[in-house]
């Protein structure tokens, strides 16, 4: 079955960065658009950024505009979240998702990987 294993979260200090790696399988990697979603404790979940089949368009929630980017390689399945001048506001469960899109035919999730920002 399809799998989406997200990886690189942790702890790190406000002001610091990380880059969240999401890697899929068993799907035609190039035809979805890829997003990253977090939830934060006790809150419900929230589009974080979208990148589409072959990368030529990019979207961001206004409040990580600026500090996060999105990136794919199709060659290696992998899509990517690079997180600069992180908050304590973005501490979240980062989860990986893939759809076909405009008729979201198909959907798939990741597990999820914990962010934590704190000093």
């Known amino acids: 079955q399809v799998q989406l294993v997200e990886s690189g979260g942790g702890l790190v200090q406000p002001g610091g960065s990380l880059r969240l790696s999401c890697v899929a399988s068993r799907l035609t990697f190039r035809f979805y658009v890829m997003r990253w979603y977090r939830q934060a404790s006790g809150k419900g979940r929230e589009l974080v950024a979208s990148?589409?089949?072959?990368?030529?368009?990019?979207n961001y929630d206004d409040s990580v505009k600026g500090r996060f980017t999105i990136s794919r390689e199709d060659a290696k399945n992998t899509v990517y979240l690079q997180m600069n001048s992180l908050k304590p506001e973005d501490t979240a469960v980062y989860y990986c998702?893939?759809?076909?899109?405009?008729?979201?035919?198909?959907?798939?999730w990741g597990q999820g990987t914990q962010v934590t920002v704190s000093s």
């Open positions: 990148i589409s089949g072959g990368g030529g368009i990019t």
């Open positions: 998702n893939a759809v076909l899109l405009p008729t979201r035919s198909a959907e798939y």
